[in-house]
């Protein structure tokens, strides 16, 4: 089955540690995207990607890093210098064109221990 | 700031009844729209997109679009129990762009 596969569902996290959130997909898309959402927040962009070896800072990207070596995979770094990572982290995936939808992974809560 | 809002409610409607959610956005440049359906602790899946002035009809839901008014709804007909959930309304990115803008979403409650 196509789709995009996010690991691990439940992430804790300790004072001064970086933790790396994996998001991998079957479907061929070649945009990548990164979403945080707070509870009874909308979805905010932190990074997303348009094609391999290439991606561009969204909305609240300080904290955050991300990589794209390969067109399937777009892991996210949360970083110690995010001082407030407790959060759903949504992975998303769609075509090029910008008039298309997004197809999401199951998503990852990160909560600080 | 491009933004996207909608009502947070909840909004509570009977079962079997009509439940309107509104969405107005600020960019004038939005090519697409599109609303996503989230249960709690679920990740959002798409019900409507659309792209063009008017309605779009598919089953019990109609989204409807108005770019000169800025404005984005999405109707439910004989709106059932398992439709309570909260309703994201997005727009897509400028053209040229792959920023989707999503509002901070409405919770629907619908009551059995």
């Known amino acids: 089955d196509g789709g995009i596969t996010q690991s691990p569902k439940y992430l804790f996290r300790k004072e001064g540690q970086n933790v790396t959130l994996s998001c991998e997909q079957n479907?061929?898309?070649?945009?990548m995207y990164w979403y945080r959402q707070d509870p009874g927040q909308g979805l905010r962009l932190i990074y997303y990607?348009?094609?391999?070896?290439?991606?561009q800072k969204g909305d609240i990207a300080e904290g955050y890093s991300v990589s794209r070596e390969k067109k399937e995979s777009f892991p996210l770094t949360v970083t110690s210098a995010q001082k407030n990572p407790t959060a759903f982290y949504l992975c998303?995936?769609?075509?090029?064109?910008?008039?298309?939808?997004?197809?999401f992974g199951s998503g990852t809560q990160l909560s600080v221990l | 700031q491009k933004e996207v809002e909608q009502n947070s409610g909840p909004l509570s409607v009977p079962e079997g009844a009509i439940a309107s959610l509104n969405c107005t956005y600020s960019?004038?440049?939005?090519?697409?729209f599109f609303w996503y359906r989230q249960y709690s602790g679920k990740s959002p899946e798409l019900i409507m997109s659309?792209?063009?002035?008017g309605d779009k009809e598919d089953g019990r839901f109609t989204a409807q679009l108005n770019k000169a008014s800025q404005y984005v709804s999405l109707l439910i007909r004989d709106s059932q129990p398992s439709d309570s959930a909260t309703y994201l309304c997005?727009?897509?990115?400028?053209?040229?762009?792959?920023?989707?803008?999503f509002g901070t979403g409405t919770r629907l409650k619908v009551l059995a």
């Open positions: 479907l061929n898309h070649d945009a």
């Open positions: 960019d004038r440049g939005s090519q697409s």
């Open positions: 990607s348009q094609i391999v070896n290439d991606f």
């Open positions: 659309i792209y063009s002035n």
């Open positions: 997005a727009g897509g990115g400028t053209s040229g762009t792959y920023k989707y803008i």
């Open positions: 998303a995936s769609s075509w090029t064109a910008d008039r298309e939808k997004l197809f």
